[in-house]
């Protein structure tokens, strides 16, 4: 398949992302596959979309902060934080509280109902996978870069466990607040193998958590776990969390506090971001939105999976990741141990070049400590289904994936049904990029035109799944680097978005390269069967 035909995406691609793509014209499934990739990931993202599935979390919403908005919008703002999910909840607090921004003013955007997007949809764990992600970390981005990814990983669970205990006991009763214990159980023996070298590599890499994990047997998991059928599995303290309550009784306590310093505008898509000094210099943007423009000195993008559309040329470097979750009725002989225990399924990915089916090999799994109810998640779908921003449905693959999950995964449960009953499904947008990291910091005058004065625009975004586990604090280092404070001892550095990263890393033929490596790995496979 010639370059030209699509699926190289043009001059963003270096000429040795085209020669190793190349490779692959060979294989027309593999190619076409690319080439629907190529399309799907280069798109504008759009704004959230309305009339979303319905979360459970978000169940009831809200009353008085889930559609908050001003009577008239402000016509100016010192911070304007686009989007209210846990990265925009942290930046908010963290600016308000701050003494260098004491005074100032900050207006939240939300295109939707507060806290609608993929914080109000997820898994609800406070976990971290510093143990299995060491690994790969290490070997694409260096030890010391994994040392301090998976450092900074441990850290914001203790953090925010802690930030929540110290809260008001009817916010931490609201939100249901727990420590258990999570396990990660593996069920193929290279999987297994891969991530207990992981962690054993982390335990000596990290000296000061090397008893944070512990190995379980495969002799052990069915015992201590009840879980069947596994190679092994890795074993460490958590949290679980209903995150739509914590951060919408967050923001209405900031609310409260901060009358006259914080906005809150839902229903309020910023459509556009303009950097118009001349009319204004103090105040140098301009967002517009369908309820009118407002004017910022900073603007602070925390839209994740939705970052591209503000910023075009962020499109294949940051791009969607749909997951799917479900409520789901307890099989009548599992225990009731949610106020203690959590659980994930981790097995070998595959991505069927031929029919574009992607079963990404993950499941998590907390159950909910009063109701007895399993909420579990994962994202198995075929990839037109994956790499959208469309959260207004939910693909049949992925409901069969989470019907046959839980009898297939618990020893005593469902006794000989094979399926189990989905009470509510519902689908969330992450954002992934091409690196892995996330991207955070001051936006390159790369990004927007190649303006040198237009450098009051930051970001945070692309936590590729695992936001519940960094997004805290990354959205503290974010503020604070907005109040030119040096984050550099505990922020992750390989995290910061540079040219340089731009250019390497962070790039569309990256995105590319990553998938045809996965669907060239299955195809091989299933080619000798």
Known sequence: MDAQQGWTVDARLSPDQLEKLRQYESNPAIARLLKSIAEAVSQDPGLPREKPTISSWQVPEHASVASIQSEKLPELTDYAVIGSGITGCSVTKTLLEHKLAAGCHVTVFEARTLVSGATGRNGGHLVTASGHTFGPLAAEHGVEAAKQITRFSIMNIEHVMKMV??????????????????????????????????????????????????????????????????????????GAIWPYRLLTGIFERLLRQYPDRLAIEAHTPVSQVLHSPGDNEAYPYILRTPRGDVRAKKVIHCTNAHAAHLIPQLAGRIYPFRGTMTVQEPGPELPLVGDSRSWSLAHKPKLDARTGLWDTGLYYLQQNALTGRIWIGNETALMKDILTTDDTYVPEESKQALSTMLPNYFLNGWATAKTSNIESIWSGIQGHTADGLPIVGNVPSSMIGGDNEDNGQWIAAGFNGYGMDKCWLTGEALANMVLSQDVSGWFPEAFLVTEERLKAGLSVGNTLLKFAAMAEADYEETSKL
Request: with cysteine; charged share 30%.
């Open 165 to 238: 205990r110290e809260m008001d006991q009817d916010l931490q009763d609201y939100c249901q607040i727990r420590n258990v214990r999570k396990v990660m159980a593996v069920r193929d023996e290279e999987t297994w193998a891969a991530a207990k070298q992981s962690v054993e590599d982390f335990q000596a890499a990290v000296p000061e958590y090397r008893n944070y994990h512990r190995i379980v047997s495969r002799s052990d998991v069915p015992g201590r776990w009840n879980v069947k059928g596994c190679a092994g599995a890795v074993e460490h303290d958590a």
